[in-house]
């Protein structure tokens, strides 16, 4: 049986792609740049986990236009967003909440890049949604 868990990402600096990749590889996921491809076949996988970095609040347009393209499809499947930023504390999750419901995406984290990291330098707060993912 193949993957059913597909990462989804939007990144313009590398920090999205680096912990989509990480928590790919973390859960043997398959994973898609937005940067690369913008039609993806998604049929194979129930849960999508969607991954993207914040400019003046918004979350990138690829993303958004890949889940406007899509809505059909995708209230069909589980998804989740990942958010990579920089604010943190009560400014970060409120801005998280803002981006979860604009996008419809109900399971959102935020990454802040300014927390407490792991030996590979990926914040804890990663390592926390992966074991969730697996759980
Ligand atoms: C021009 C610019 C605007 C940004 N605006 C925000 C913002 O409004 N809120 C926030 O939390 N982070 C903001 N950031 C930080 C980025 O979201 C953060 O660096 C993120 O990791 C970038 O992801 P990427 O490397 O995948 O593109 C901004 C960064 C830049 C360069």
């Given at each position: 049986m193949g993957n059913t868990t597909a990462v989804i990402y939007a990144s313009k600096l590398g920090k999205t792609r680096k912990v989509g990749n990480y928590i790919a590889k973390s859960i043997s996921a398959d994973m898609f740049d937005l940067k690369k491809?913008?039609?993806?076949?998604?049929?194979?996988?129930?849960h999508i986990i969607f991954g993207t970095g914040i400019h003046a609040g918004k979350p990138y347009k690829s993303l958004v236009t890949f889940l406007e393209a899509n809505k059909a499809e995708l209230a069909k499947k589980k998804t989740s967003l990942f958010i990579c930023c920089m604010y943190n504390d009560e400014k970060g999750q409120a801005q998280c909440e803002r981006v979860s419901s604009e996008l419809g995406i109900a399971e959102a984290v935020f990454f802040d890049g300014k927390s407490e990291k792991n030996e590979e330098g990926f914040e804890i707060a990663i390592d926390d949604f992966i074991a969730k993912l697996r759980a």
């Open positions: 491809q913008t039609m993806i076949n998604m049929s194979a996988y129930n």
